[in-house]
């Protein structure tokens, strides 16, 4: 089946520093990409879309200079926490679409992010 | 925002019964998916289930799907307790929104 990577795994940074999360897909091209965080035992809440070539769509609510996403190519989308700050520490969780199987979508591992 | 809602958010059964949980939504669908999660990991895919479909099964799962009523359920039979897990249901369409997610601990 189609992977989908995330790099780092886990990430630990200091306050007011910025953190790339990395997801590729790795045996498929994704034209469009998602970025989900998840706080402990609660479910994944969708941030943004991101789509290769153009601006992300952020939800409502997410801070798109805070959270800033670029999808250079068809394999690969970046996430960059800016500033962290504590409550920024969560468990980040790409997803990417297959270009072949227009409604499916799949996830990479998560990256587990902690401001300090 | 989230799109839909699991119930129960939490069941605890033994080993070797059947485990069954909803999950309903809210709006339009092209298909329903359901993903486990272990503690502290990734989503793992169990089953994909298409707006014209009705029913499926994949192992010891078992998906129904009532788009009239706006549910799903998954049903994992004889259960292990390495079925423990988070258990969420997700829209497919545009995007992918979760539900909250049924926390399952099976016991031994």
């Known amino acids: 089946g189609a992977v989908v990577s995330q790099h780092p795994s886990r990430v630990i940074c200091k306050s007011g520093t910025s953190v790339k999360i990395e997801c590729r897909s790795l045996d498929f091209q994704a034209t469009t990409m998602f970025w989900y965080r998840q706080f402990p035992k609660q479910s994944l809440m969708l941030m943004a879309t991101?789509?290769?070539?153009?601006?992300?769509?952020?939800e409502q609510g997410v801070e798109k200079d805070k959270f800033l996403i670029n999808h250079a190519s068809l394999t690969l989308s970046t996430l960059t926490v800016t500033s962290a700050h504590p409550e920024d520490s969560s468990f980040y969780i790409c997803?990417?679409?297959?270009?072949?199987?227009?409604?499916?979508?799949?996830f990479g591992p998560g990256t587990r992010l902690t401001v300090t | 925002s989230q799109q839909g809602e699991e119930d129960p958010q939490a069941l605890s059964i033994q080993e070797g019964e059947n485990a069954t949980m909803n999950c309903s939504y809210k709006?339009?669908?092209?298909?329903l998916q359901w993903y486990r999660q272990n503690s502290g990991r990734g989503l793992v895919h169990l089953i994909l289930?298409?707006?014209?479909?009705r029913e499926k099964h994949s192992g010891r799962l078992r998906v129904t799907l009532d788009t009239s009523k706006k549910s799903s359920s998954l049903l994992i039979t004889a259960s292990r307790a390495a079925d423990t897990a988070s258990y969420f249901c997700?829209?497919?369409?545009?995007?992918?929104?979760f539900g909250a997610g049924t926390r399952l601990t099976v016991k031994p």
């Open positions: 991101s789509n290769e070539g153009s601006k992300a769509t952020y």
């Open positions: 289930i298409r707006s014209n479909e």
């Open positions: 997803s990417a679409r297959d270009l072949g199987h227009h409604y499916e979508q799949y």
């Open positions: 997700a829209t497919g369409g545009n995007d992918m929104r």
């Open positions: 709006t339009s669908i092209n298909n």
